[in-house]
């Protein structure tokens, strides 16, 4: 990874309504000897609301910011919000494939952009650059009774032909991120159903509709928090929960933390340090439950050996009824 030297775009949330989002992945990819840099004079990549104006515009606010980076004379950069990441992914492809719309788009922009720079997503560094084997090693405290479902939202690994990373329908990368950590991952079927993405305002009552299924399934399938990868779901989740459970007569009292936010805890960080503090629903008992490996290791081999000895008992018992 030492070799290897990322572009790190934060985005508009990230400095704002996500902020822990952008602190714990920092911190985890500081952690695992993540080369990055966050390009001066960034800008606002257009996020949803561009594209539905003009896309020629839409392309030339994410090509800003991949000129930028260009000029600074690297190939990859990461976003950890998937709007961010889908804008520059989008503006990527689409000037790859018709010169004439590349040409449009370098007509606004001050400096040219040759599309020489690859946007990956947060989760992508972490599962095919940095690796399972890595994560793995970093960690130093296990939190055994953290039941995760995984929730990957709709744009992250979708339309495939953009994204290129992961299943469109069943993405397996923060399922297997979290799994080295020692925490339990539940088989959750609403992956990547929407939870409202941005129509917070404008259509609240659906929004929390599609947003209580999401966490009615995570329930069903046994888990006791969510785990996401982009600061919209986080917030319709998490900071429109009461909401949701005003609307659908539900009681939900689950927390929904980053995915970066339970590694950090995984790796030893400090609930403040990875803001905790900043989630609605509180997550706090997941960091006073944590243990060490070595505490982990103890405790499993108490449990090993207490089955044994029931084991043997209920042997002896068979062979001298």
Known sequence: MADKRYAYYSGCSLEGTAMEYDKSVRLIFDALGVNYVEPDDWSCCGST?????????????????????????????????????????????????????????????????????????????LYEDVGLDEIAKRVTHII????VAPYYGCITNRPPKIAQFDDPENPISMDRIISVLGIEVCDFAFKVECCGAAFGVPKKEMVNKLSSKVI???IDAGANCIAVACPLCQQNLDLRQEQINQTAGTNYNIPVLYFSQIMGLAFGYS???????KLIVN?????????????????????????????????AEEENP
Not at 271 to 277: A, H, I, R, T
Not at 290 to 295: D, M, S, V, Y
């Open 283 to 315: 997550a706090d008992r997941f960091a006073r439950s944590r243990i060490t490996k070595e505490q982990h290791e103890q405790m499993k081999q108490q449990q090993s050996a207490k089955k044994k000895e029931v084991k043997k008992q209920e042997t």
């Open 216 to 218: 009615a399934m995570a």
């Open 49 to 125: 609301p561009a594209h539905t104006i003009d896309h020629v515009f839409a392309a030339a606010l994410a090509a800003r910011n991949l000129s930028i980076i260009e000029r600074m004379g690297l190939d990859t950069v990461t976003a950890p919000c998937p709007a961010c990441l889908m804008a520059f992914k989008k503006a990527q492809y689409f000037m790859e494939q018709d010169e004439g719309f590349k040409e449009r788009v370098n007509t606004l922009l001050d400096e040219r952009y040759d599309c020489g720079v690859y946007a990956k997503s947060t989760l992508q560094v």
């Open 271 to 277: 609930p403040k340090e990875v803001g905790l503090d």
């Open 144 to 147: 055994p009774d953290m039941k």
